[in-house]
């Protein structure tokens, strides 16, 4: 072989190399590729619920919303336009509890932000916890844990699933809605502190603050955001979705002479520093926070996929204070709006845009004000206490012979005197039923019922089922009040609204998830809240949490 024929068939040689090479890395990469679609997961998950956000809100300010915040949610996401709360009550530890359970109260067992244990009588607080310790400031406020929560969350089954190597992370003003969706496994749950106007955790989950934490302290953002009055953030006669912004049925602030623009809240401030929960500066203050926790934990950056819990809580205590139909809703909106395209913008930066996966929904919506509903002729009253409870107890005595024979009226739940019950050797099945149908008679009051009887009582769907999924025997009184369409709970003149009810107003709430590998699109199909858990766990390819009951939204895995 001469010397060409040499480099030719070295050539020859090293062209085959190179193609067996080139094969080889193509093949690779496929292969890799391949697995690696398998197990794609997103880096973050960030978890909104919006407090007391009405699933309409998303369209009723949609024309004023810029294009980053709720209208990238829309225009980028997955929407569910039909969502709806599947138990009863419509409270904030109840949402955040199935929101990232997957489960209804009867099994979860947070019932209320507030209940009384049927067999103690002890009145418990759905957070509180006596054997664990504020941490980051003085006071009893963060003697707060997730033990009464009965079952695992989506964000407890992230940690299982990939050995505690992700990191989740619960944010909040409330107490209640920064521990309940971390779970009982959290690296960290962070919430408000009214009297050092500092967020602070418990000794649930750490000894000290982390330095992040308390450098964001130091920084006194919440004075700082209320060093101004609380103004319209446009001019106040561009608010035409809302009411005039002087009437009647709207609370007011400390020394007020009427619930009207600018609110001084700079000067109540100064002595009061939860003021700030009932502006829409307290969710500016919220995602702040957030964002300083995904800095300084370094979320999105691991090698497992990490969990963000935010509850953008002011939009709750502005709604109860003003109502639906006010400028302050409205503005508190607006607000929210850039607050959330700032808040995506910085996640776009430090995760990526296609790294993180959001979803945002509601805890509950809200009833429109009474005074509202009257003056446009629309049925709506206050369902006093004071005139079912002790009418019923004074009815109760004079049929059975014993005084005091109710123990507690609770979450539109009444419960009964066992022990005067079993002393007097009375029917508690006739004093049970004795009471449905005295009540059945008053007026605003739509249904009552024995829940242990449920089954024979005359209710149409979904209230019947929305009651058997809010009832936990140990946690509730047996008999309950459903409220004539409009009615709530209240003082006759009362002001602002509340929720808590199985109607539309109160559980249709929004549900959008967006980025990683969310497709855009929008389905009507009614699906539940207990369906969101779920679904994130068959997207990651994780465990369900153990009382779920919901099902996966499947056109969103699909
Ligand atoms: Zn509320």
């Known amino acids: 072989m001469h010397k060409a024929s040499w480099f030719i068939f070295i050539k020859k040689n090293m062209v085959k190399k190179i193609f067996i090479l080139i094969i080889f890395i193509f093949s690779s990469i496929f292969s890799f590729a391949q697995n690696e679609k398998n197990l794609s997961r997103p880096k973050l998950i960030v978890g909104i619920v919006v407090d007391q956000m009405r699933w309409d809100y998303l369209y009723r300010y949609y024309d004023r919303y810029g294009d980053d915040g709720f209208k990238r949610l829309l225009h980028d996401g997955f929407t569910c336009e039909n969502t709806f709360i599947n138990y009863l009550p419509s409270y904030t530890a109840v949402g955040h509890s199935v929101i990232f359970s997957g489960s209804v109260p009867a099994i979860d067992g947070i019932v209320g932000n507030d209940w009384i244990d049927q067999l103690t009588g002890k009145h418990w607080y759905c957070t509180e916890d006596s054997t664990v310790e504020t941490v980051g400031a003085a006071g009893t406020d963060g003697e707060m844990s997730p033990h009464n929560l009965l079952v695992s969350t989506i964000t407890d089954e992230l940690r299982i699933a990939t050995n505690f190597q992700s990191r989740v992370v619960g944010v909040s003003l409330k107490d209640r809605a920064a521990i309940l969706p971390a779970g009982h496994t959290a690296n960290g749950a962070f919430w408000f502190d009214d009297a050092s106007a500092h967020f602070i955790t418990s000794t649930y989950y750490m000894n000290d603050l982390p330095d992040w934490a308390k450098k964001f302290n130091e920084n006194n953002e919440p004075g700082k955001l209320l060093s101004n009055q609380w103004n319209t953030l446009y001019p106040i006669n561009t608010y035409t979705q809302s009411t005039n912004d002087n009437v009647s049925w709207e609370g007011k602030f400390k020394g007020e002479a009427a619930p009207v623009f600018p609110h001084n809240v700079k000067n109540i401030y100064t002595n009061e520093h939860d003021v ?75 995760v990526g845009k296609d790294n993180y996966l959001v979803f945002l929904t509601a805890d509950h919506g809200a009833a429109n004000a009474i005074g509202f509903m009257q003056a446009h002729h629309i049925p709506a009253d206050f369902l006093e206490s004071k005139k079912i409870i ?31 019950i079993q002393e007097h050797k009375l029917d508690y099945e006739a004093v049970k039923k004795a009471s449905v149908s005295f009540l059945q008679k008053q007026p605003g009051i739509q249904f009552a019922a024995d829940i242990d009887h449920i089954g024979d009582a005359p209710i149409p769907e979904p209230i019947k089922t929305k009651i058997i999924n809010g009832y936990d025997s140990k946690r509730c009184g047996p008999v309950i009040i459903i409220p004539d369409p409009g009615w709530f709970g209240g003082q006759e003149g009362g002001t602002g609204t509340t929720h808590g009810n199985w109607n539309p107003y109160d559980t249709h709430i929004p549900l959008i998830f967006m980025g990683w590998e969310i497709k855009h699109g929008s389905t009507n199909r009614m699906v539940n809240m207990s369906d969101i858990s779920p679904t994130i766990a068959a997207l990651l390819h994780i465990q369900m949490p153990d009382g779920n009951v919901g099902k996966v939204i499947s056109e969103i895995t699909n």
């Open 276 to 350: 700030i929960r009932s502006t829409p500066f307290g969710n500016t203050l919220t995602l702040d926070f957030a964002t300083a926790a995904v800095n300084g934990y370094d979320l999105g950056t691991g090698k497992a996929t990490d969990f963000l819990t935010i509850n953008c809580a002011s939009t709750d205590y502005v709604g109860h204070k003003y109502g639906p139909n006010s400028i302050e809703i409205e503005d508190t909106y607006l607000r929210l709006d850039k607050d959330l395209a700032t808040f995506f913008h910085f996640l776009d930066e430090k």
């Open 390 to 420: 002790a009418p019923l107890n004074e009815f109760l005595s004079a049929q059975f012979g014993v005084e005091n024979l109710l123990s507690s009226f609770v979450n539109y739940h009444i419960s009964f005197n066992l022990k005067n």
